[in-house]
């Protein structure tokens, strides 16, 4: 039986894009294979996949085959268990073909893929993740097969390796400046959640605000931040103005601990200020625990008085510190003070000093420019802050809200 027919009834099948190999002198199909393999092809084109891989197998019993016949019948095999959605016929049809010579490197790949995605689509997660590792490793990469690899692994609940193949490619994607894919970045905040990885979940959740800004992220966004128990204390308050500032602040209780954190980190202006704007928003000052904020709040002005007496002799003994935490405090004190000009000198001298940690200073630094009304400059260094303990997260969002809406502090 000639080529010519074989090359039709495989490209009339019309389930895998096979090419035939060259021609070779012995590449001839025997009567009996040959008419086996066009009543499997008639039956194919009927969806008769029951008649069509019975007619394969009766091909295949035949004695004394060729290797170009055995290789035609896997062919055949391999498209009539496609349409029939019969997985792991296919996969050892494809694999047998990917063992010869006779099939293309090209080929060999696709039919990686294929593998792949229909044991994906046949529900057969681990399989498709096995077929989709080798043919990523063979062919290279490849995003829709490296989103279907995530999907394969989210899909068995296996978090661990969703994160493992998600988190370069977001990486990537954001580095490369583009957007990342939202059913991606979906499935790496579920995984880290259920894995209870709380940065890595806060960050997905920072990039779906940014690409993709919906308040349900906004709110899981914050859940997040309020939940990661890997932020540090010098980041707590920094938790507090960020809701505050997207509306996510509503009770007394959350004001009176923002002016206490306040307090202990020896910013007794920017107490004073989340405290009236409590009062403002008719939050504190109400029911019976209204006396007791009163008395906070004047304790807190007798402390902004003598702050103001001792902000001098401060900035003097900081200046003679080794460090510059003290320094960057001083400064902070100054702008709250509405001396801004002087207050970003000395937090900017402070950084440029050496701080115990840069990122949570230039996050300081930008909300103070922020304060100071200088918007375009803390967009600038708020994008500047890296590191993974919440403070890269916050001064993102901080980078989204003044975007959006005047900012709130």
């Known amino acids: 039986m000639t080529m010519r027919f074989v090359r039709s009834l495989l490209c009339s099948a019309a389930v895998v894009s096979f090419a035939i190999p060259a021609v070779q002198a012995a590449d001839t199909l025997s009567q009996p294979v040959g008419v086996a393999l066009q009543q499997a092809q008639s039956a194919l084109a009927a969806h008769n996949y029951a008649k069509a891989m019975d ?25 009539v268990a496609s349409q029939a959605g019969n997985v792991a016929q296919a996969t050892a049809a494809y694999e047998k073909l990917i063992a010869s010579p006779r099939t293309p490197r090209n080929l060999k790949n696709q039919m990686l893929m294929s593998e792949g995605s229909m044991a994906y689509n046949a529900k057969d997660y681990p399989r498709a993740a096995a077929a989709i590792q080798r043919y990523l490793k063979e062919a290279g990469p490849n995003p829709a097969m490296e989103t279907l690899l995530a999907q394969s692994y989210y899909l068995q609940k296996d978090y661990a390796h969703t994160l493992s193949v998600l988190t370069p490619i977001v990486s990537r994607t954001v580095k490369a400046g583009q957007k990342p894919v939202e059913s991606q970045l979906q499935m790496l905040a579920a995984s880290a959640t259920a894995l209870k990885d709380s940065t890595t979940a806060t960050h997905a959740y920072v990039l779906l605000a940014t ?40 009770t007394a209780r959350d004001f009176m601990e923002m002016t206490e954190i306040a307090m202990q980190g020896h910013m007794p202006q920017l107490a004073l200020d989340l405290m009236n704007q409590g009062y403002q928003q008719g939050v504190l000052g109400q029911g019976a625990e209204a006396p007791r904020q009163a008395r906070l709040k004047a304790m807190v002005e007798k402390t902004v008085a003598a702050k103001k007496e001792s902000i001098e002799a401060d900035e003097k003994s900081a200046l003679a510190q080794t460090s510059g935490n003290e320094l960057l405090n001083v400064g902070y004190n100054y702008v709250t003070f509405g001396q801004a000009a002087k207050g970003l000198a000395l937090m900017q001298q402070a950084i440029t000093k050496g701080v115990t940690d840069p990122n949570i200073a230039r996050l300081h630094l930008g909300l103070a420019q922020m304060q100071a009304g200088n918007k375009a400059e803390a967009i600038q260094t708020l994008k500047s802050v890296a590191g993974d ?11 989204l809200r003044l975007g959006q809406a005047p900012a709130k502090h």
């Open 55 to 79: 007619a394969v197998n009766e091909a295949d019993a035949v004695a004394g085959k060729s290797a170009y016949e055995d290789y035609t019948i896997a062919q055949m095999r391999a498209a």
């Open 211 to 250: 690409y993709y800004p919906k308040k349900e992220y906004w709110a899981l966004l914050l859940h997040e931040l309020v939940v990661n128990t890997k932020i540090p204390a010098s980041l707590q308050l920094d938790v507090y103005r960020i809701r505050l500032a997207v509306g996510d602040i509503s």
């Open 389 to 399: 303990n919440g403070a890269y997260d916050i001064a993102q969002l901080w980078v």
